[in-house]
């Protein structure tokens, strides 16, 4: 079944600048699909608008059932569901990693410090930065951020993650790690979107490759028929 159905989606920043054209992408439940194409192109505004960081002015977007109206009214239950991970991991600076961790789980979901704290503790082993819980995001090589930064989305137990090109601010040694947890994410069946220009992680991991060029996507396949140009 379907976990994002976005159709025929168009936006304006201000009244000129029409940066998505009409956009429609359905993605299944389990599904990876990876969004390519040149900077500027609209990747990141498109997938900003499957949680509503993005108002949209026509088309219908509908997240695991839920339709995000273009009022914006269904923000909390779409924010539940939708995990995000930036570019700029947006970590807080003066909280330490678990309290980075826990903080929506204890004040969205309501959870208990002790079951957050429980919870916050497996993610940090999961993304392999369980000995700097106590530390602050400052103390964190870029790469330990983002997967704190994942952490932390997972925290909320969405059913759907987006990664809007979570690899572009890292030095190159420190991609691999966090590609690796994306990649064992979408192995235990996580839906994902992720934007980015990781053509490894592209060809290994998505099930569907889409380019978007100027507000429109243009094409689309399997990483094997995307990738193998003639
Ligand atoms: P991409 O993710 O493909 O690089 P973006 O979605 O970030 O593209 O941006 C698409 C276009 O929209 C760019 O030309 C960018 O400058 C413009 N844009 C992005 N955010 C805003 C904004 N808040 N106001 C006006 N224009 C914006
Ligand atoms: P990215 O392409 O990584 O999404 P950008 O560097 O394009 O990010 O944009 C960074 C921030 O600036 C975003 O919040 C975006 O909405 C905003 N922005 C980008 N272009 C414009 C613009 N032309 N006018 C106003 N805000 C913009």
Known sequence: SAAIIATDVHKW????????????????????VVIMGPSGSGKSTFIRTFN????????SII????NLSHDLKNIEEIRREVGMVFQQFNLFPHLTILQNVTLAPIWVRRWPKAKAEEVALQL????GILEQAKKFPGQLSGGQQQRVAIARALAMQPKIM???EPTSALDPEMVREVLDVMRTLASEG????????EVGFAREVADRVV????????EEGTPEVFFSNP
């Open 52 to 59: 509503a960081l993005e108002e949209f002015q026509q088309g």
């Open 211 to 218: 380019l978007m060029s100027d507000g429109v996507l243009v």
């Open 190 to 197: 996580m839906t994902m979107v992720c934007v980015t220009h």
């Open 162 to 164: 987006l990664f809007d």
């Open 63 to 66: 997240i695991d059932g839920i």
């Open 124 to 127: 940090l082993e999961r993304v």
């Open 13 to 32: 920043y201000g009244n000129h600048f029409h940066v998505l054209r009409g956009v429609s992408l359905s993605v299944k439940q389990g599904e990876v």
